[in-house]
T-cell receptor
Framework: SQTIHQWPATLVQPVGSPLSLECTVE??????LYWYRQAAGRGLQLLFY??????ISSEVPQNLSASRPQDRQFILSSKKLLLSDSGFYLC??????????FGPGTRLTVL | AQSVTQLGSHVSVSEGALVLLRCNYS??????LFWYVQYPNQGLQLLLK??????LVKGINGFEAEFKKSETSFHLTKPSAHMSDAAEYFC????????????FGPGTRLSVLP
């Protein structure tokens, strides 16, 4: 069966520091992968999606970037974090009937 | 482009009472529809989905939803609420076969009172 991992689970970073969040999927090949952000009291915002290695589409302009160095690995990065980057970051992969399956999430607090 | 609205950002029910969470969508083509549940500090878990076929869809934890094309609705119901149902619920719509256009509603927080 397929599983999706995210790490770290929680992260506290100062403003201006770099960021790297990792997402890996097991049990499937060439999945479509997605990064979402969930700010406090708000819904889910799609940040990036990827249909294959090295292929990244950005949904909104922001302080973040994404990379897909391997088939089942999706990384979310920033060179300099802003206070507004705080939130709950979720990685997801797409199943065969368009459903999306989510990882456990990373809680990022920028101070 | 598709969109999703969820009536009521917060719904409270008594334990044992009917749960009804409302979802309306707009889509230019036959949609794929989903309900997800999110417990605090956890990822989203798929409750149920409608793709094609039977319009009444049964999911996990006793939840079900009915696709009504004429009303562009996909309301989520459960006959008897349990304390463990307290969570945030998201309705979502996908319009194409690639999943890029996957739009979530704003969510409804369900509280279950003893």
């Amino acid at each position: 069966s397929q599983t999706i991992h995210q790490w770290p689970a929680t992260l506290v970073q100062p403003v201006g520091s770099p960021l790297s969040l990792e997402c890996t999927v097991e049990g499937t090949s060439n999945p479509n992968l997605y990064w979402y952000r969930q700010a406090a009291g708000r819904g889910l915002q799609l940040l990036f999606y990827s249909v294959g290695i090295g292929q990244i589409s950005s949904e909104v302009p922001q302080n973040l970037s994404a990379s897909r160095p391997q088939d089942r690995q999706f990384i979310l990065s920033s060179k300099k974090l802003l206070l507004s980057d705080s939130g709950f970051y979720l990685c997801a992969w797409r199943g065969g009937r368009n459903e999306q399956f989510f990882g456990p999430g990373t809680r990022l607090t920028v101070l | 482009a598709q969109s999703v609205t969820q009536l009521g950002s917060h719904v409270s029910v008594s334990e044992g009472a009917l749960v009804l969470l409302r979802c309306n969508y707009s889509s230019s083509v036959p949609p794929y529809l989903f309900w997800y549940v999110q417990y605090p500090n956890q990822g989203l878990q798929l409750l149920l989905k409608y793709t094609t076929g039977a319009t009444l869809v049964k999911g996990i934890n006793g939840f079900e939803a009915e696709f009504k094309k004429s009303e562009t609705s996909f309301h989520l119901t459960k006959p008897s609420a349990h304390m463990s149902d307290a969570a945030e619920y998201f309705c979502a719509v996908s319009e194409d076969n690639y999943g890029q256009n996957f739009v979530f509603g704003p969510g409804t927080r369900l509280s279950v009172l003893p």
